[in-house]
């Protein structure tokens, strides 16, 4: 009787912790607003669930507070369906609100009976959503799973780590499906490392028998994460900084410095061996990539002074095609998906041509192609566009996102920043209207300077845990912008037509669309402004509805 008893405790706890939809509590910071966690309340909300084929629901959140707010709606309702924003004041803003009456928009000032009308009509924007027109199909978003990410976790009570499982990978979260690993170390561990630094000049990598302890600790968080959250499948995207320093012509972890060509063998070598001893702790690897950002060691050295590896796309082509490739499709592991490049967008498309002109039938190793977003403010989509046309039968996903890596950013976090959370929602939307089939940010979680790791490589992440107290942790904005894409269009989603009578130099309104596996749509809309915006749209097999969307917000309209 006993154990029942310990037993019916564990499960109620268990059922506390997936409990149904909490609210957000809002905190506001010198940069905006965090919802904040603890182990007694973290925020979460259920799936939404369509009743019947007239329905609308919508999740908002906004620039004043809005964190996954629900409104519901119909296609049968006659009137305009209004998302109410939360009301906030900025302290150097003496307005006490912006008010919306018959389509115009007032500022209402402390203390005056009048209205002050802003130089602007509310907007309407017609938006035609069109089933019929379908293109690519989504696979994976999440986010990585560093040394720097794992050690910050451990030092927490159980409680709080399971709020941030279940905040990033269950369903009642933001349901990531999928991390990104390394393969030995990253620019974000406490130190470099790799596997098989000892003994040098090693090709039959015979210390190369076991997982590190670093890798060890890091599955059993992951075991955690998929029963707190009951995942049935976590699909791992592992790839490779650097080799051990004897492996490389600098023999150093940085700096100017590619493979030795005699080790290109045990290269491929080491990706297999570390594929089969996580299968063996039953983490199988779901995709690798041919090596994080190939250019850090060849012209990025300059500063870049975290672990790289060099390659050019000729040196690349020659490991992957005589290498990389036979070794992984003749194991027992063949159908792990093999991704190339994982560098920046302005490597695309001509990295690949590159490749080809080295070895012709190189890519026919490579399921896939992976982009980093650091420079996409320069460099535009239609290099992907470019990329998706000479090779359509490949996915595309971007595998690493953060801000707070370039000089004239701020290194680490800005709490709260609802511009860094745009500037996700820009880029999510972008890439996604791209042929884009997912998504990997960089660290699921940081510290309040943005590490810890070892080169002081600060940067922001969409949620940060208080390790002074290591009592609570701060959703951002940017958890929130992910989360709009991420929670909502599951794996096996189509993106679909949507298109608006706005010119993309002058629009307001970002839209983009897909059809989820039951058939239902999901529609990801951002407000850019600092005014409201009316909604008229179309869907060609469902009908119309109208909504008005406040200032400065992110939506995801569901229905049938």
Same mark, same amino acid.
């Given at each position: 009787?006993?154990?029942?008893?310990?037993?019916?405790?564990?499960?109620?706890?268990?059922?506390?912790?997936?409990?149904?939809?909490?609210?957000?509590?809002?905190? =506001?910071?010198?940069?905006?607003? *965090?919802?904040?966690?603890?182990? !007694?309340?973290?925020?979460?909300?259920?799936?939404?669930?369509?009743?019947? +084929?007239?329905?609308?629901?919508?999740?908002?959140?906004?620039?004043?507070?809005?964190?996954?707010?629900?409104?519901?709606?119909?296609?049968?309702?006659?009137?305009?369906?209004?998302? /109410?924003?939360? /009301?906030?004041?900025?302290?150097?803003?003496?307005?006490?609100?912006?008010? *919306?009456?018959?389509?115009?928009?007032?500022? %209402?000032?402390?203390?005056?009976?009048?209205?002050?009308?802003?130089?602007? +009509?509310?907007?309407?924007?017609?938006?035609?959503?069109?089933?019929?027109?379908?293109?690519?199909?989504?696979?994976?978003?999440?986010?990585?799973?560093?040394?720097?990410?794992?050690?910050?976790?451990?030092?927490?009570?159980?409680?709080? %780590?399971?709020?941030?499982?279940?905040?990033?990978?269950?369903?009642?979260?933001?349901?990531?499906?999928?991390?990104?690993?390394?393969?030995?170390?990253?620019?974000?561990?406490?130190?470099?490392?790799?596997?098989?630094?000892?003994?040098?000049?090693?090709?039959?990598?015979?210390?190369?028998?076991?997982? $590190?302890?670093?890798?060890?600790?890091?599955?059993?968080?992951?075991?955690?994460?998929?029963?707190?959250?009951?995942?049935? =499948?976590?699909?791992?995207?592992?790839?490779?900084?650097?080799?051990?320093?004897?492996?490389?012509?600098? =023999?150093?972890?940085?700096?100017?410095?590619?493979?030795?060509?005699?080790?290109?063998?045990?290269?491929?070598?080491?990706?297999?061996?570390?594929?089969?001893?996580?299968?063996?702790?039953?983490?199988?690897?779901?995709?690798?990539?041919?090596?994080?950002?190939?250019?850090?060691?060849?012209?990025?050295?300059?500063?870049?002074?975290?672990?790289?590896? @060099?390659?050019?796309?000729? /040196?690349?082509?020659?490991?992957?095609?005589?290498?990389?490739?036979?070794?992984?499709?003749?194991?027992?592991?063949?159908?792990?998906?093999?991704?190339?490049?994982?560098?920046?967008? #302005?490597? #695309?498309?001509?990295?690949?041509?590159?490749?080809?002109?080295?070895?012709?039938?190189?890519?026919?190793?490579?399921?896939?192609?992976?982009?980093?977003?650091?420079?996409?403010? &320069?460099?535009?989509?239609?290099?992907?566009?470019?990329?998706?046309?000479?090779?359509?039968?490949?996915?595309?996903? +971007?595998?690493?996102?953060?801000?707070?890596?370039?000089?004239?950013?701020?290194?680490?976090?800005?709490?709260?920043?609802? @511009?860094?959370?745009?500037?996700?929602?820009?880029?999510?939307?972008?890439?996604?209207?791209?042929?884009?089939? @997912?998504?990997?940010?960089? +660290?699921?979680?940081?510290?309040?300077?943005?590490?810890?790791?070892?080169?002081?490589?600060?940067?922001?992440?969409?949620?940060?845990?208080?390790?002074?107290?290591?009592?609570?942790?701060?959703?951002?904005?940017?958890? #929130?912008? &992910?989360?709009?894409?991420?929670?909502?269009?599951?794996?096996?989603?189509? !993106?679909?037509?949507?298109?608006?009578?706005?010119?993309?130099?002058?629009?307001?309104?970002?839209?983009?669309?897909? /059809?989820?596996?039951?058939?239902?749509?999901?529609?990801?809309?951002?407000?850019?402004?600092?005014?409201?915006? $009316?909604?008229?749209?179309?869907?060609?097999?469902?009908?119309?509805?109208?909504?008005?969307?406040?200032? !400065?917000?992110?939506?995801?309209?569901?229905?049938?």
């Amino acid at each position: 009787m006993k154990v029942f008893w310990l037993c019916f405790f564990a499960l109620a706890c268990l059922d506390a912790l997936i409990a149904v939809s909490t609210d957000c509590q809002l905190r =506001e910071t010198k940069h905006g607003s *965090v919802c904040v966690c603890n182990s !007694r309340h973290c925020d979460y909300l259920e799936p939404p669930l369509l009743n019947d +084929n007239s329905q609308i629901v919508l999740i908002s959140s906004s620039k004043n507070g809005l964190r996954f707010k629900r409104t519901d709606g119909s296609f049968l309702q006659k009137s305009i369906l209004e998302v /109410q924003d939360r /009301q906030s004041i900025d302290e150097n803003f003496k307005a006490d609100s912006i008010v *919306v009456e018959e389509n115009r928009a007032w500022l %209402q000032f402390a203390n005056i009976p009048q209205k002050f009308v802003l130089n602007a +009509n509310i907007k309407t924007v017609q938006l035609t959503v069109d089933r019929d027109k379908r293109y690519q199909s989504i696979t994976n978003f999440g986010g990585a799973f560093t040394g720097s990410v794992s050690h910050i976790l451990q030092q927490l009570p159980e409680e709080l %780590q399971d709020h941030i499982y279940k905040s990033y990978f269950h369903a009642e979260g933001i349901a990531y499906n999928s991390i990104r690993m390394s393969i030995g170390g990253s620019d974000f561990d406490l130190q470099p490392w790799a596997y098989n630094e000892e003994p040098r000049n090693d090709p039959l990598l015979s210390n190369f028998t076991t997982l $590190d302890a670093r890798d060890l600790q890091k599955i059993e968080q992951l075991q955690r994460v998929k029963s707190v959250c009951q995942l049935k =499948e976590l699909k791992i995207m592992a790839a490779a900084w650097s080799a051990p320093t004897w492996m490389k012509t600098n =023999e150093r972890w940085t700096g100017f410095g590619q493979l030795k060509p005699q080790y290109y063998q045990a290269w491929a070598q080491y990706h297999l061996r570390f594929l089969e001893l996580m299968q063996s702790k039953n983490m199988p690897v779901w995709a690798i990539s041919t090596g994080n950002e190939p250019l850090n060691g060849v012209i990025g050295f300059f500063f870049v002074h975290f672990m790289s590896m @060099g390659w050019t796309p000729w /040196q690349q082509a020659i490991w992957l095609n005589d290498y990389l490739g036979p070794t992984i499709r003749n194991s027992t592991l063949r159908q792990v998906l093999i991704f190339g490049n994982d560098d920046q967008r #302005y490597t #695309y498309p001509s990295w690949f041509r590159k490749m080809r002109s080295s070895r012709s039938n190189a890519l026919d190793y490579l399921d896939g192609l992976a982009v980093h977003w650091y420079w996409d403010e &320069i460099f535009g989509p239609n290099l992907l566009d470019e990329a998706h046309a000479e090779m359509p039968n490949k996915l595309m996903l +971007n595998t690493e996102s953060c801000i707070g890596d370039k000089p004239w950013q701020t290194h680490g976090p800005e709490l709260g920043s609802w @511009g860094r959370g745009e500037s996700y929602m820009r880029a999510y939307m972008q890439d996604l209207q791209h042929n884009i089939n @997912g998504w990997l940010d960089w +660290n699921l979680v940081l510290d309040e300077q943005g590490g810890p790791n070892y080169v002081h490589n600060y940067v922001d992440s969409p949620v940060i845990v208080n390790t002074t107290s290591r009592s609570e942790f701060y959703k951002q904005p940017i958890y #929130y912008a &992910i989360g709009h894409f991420s929670k909502f269009v599951p794996e096996k989603s189509v !993106r679909i037509e949507t298109r608006s009578n706005e010119t993309d130099a002058m629009a307001q309104l970002s839209v983009v669309g897909f /059809q989820r596996p039951d058939e239902s749509v999901a529609l990801i809309l951002y407000n850019d402004e600092n005014l409201p915006v $009316d909604v008229a749209l179309s869907d060609t097999q469902r009908g119309e509805f109208k909504l008005r969307l406040p200032a !400065r917000s992110w939506h995801t309209i569901i229905y049938r």
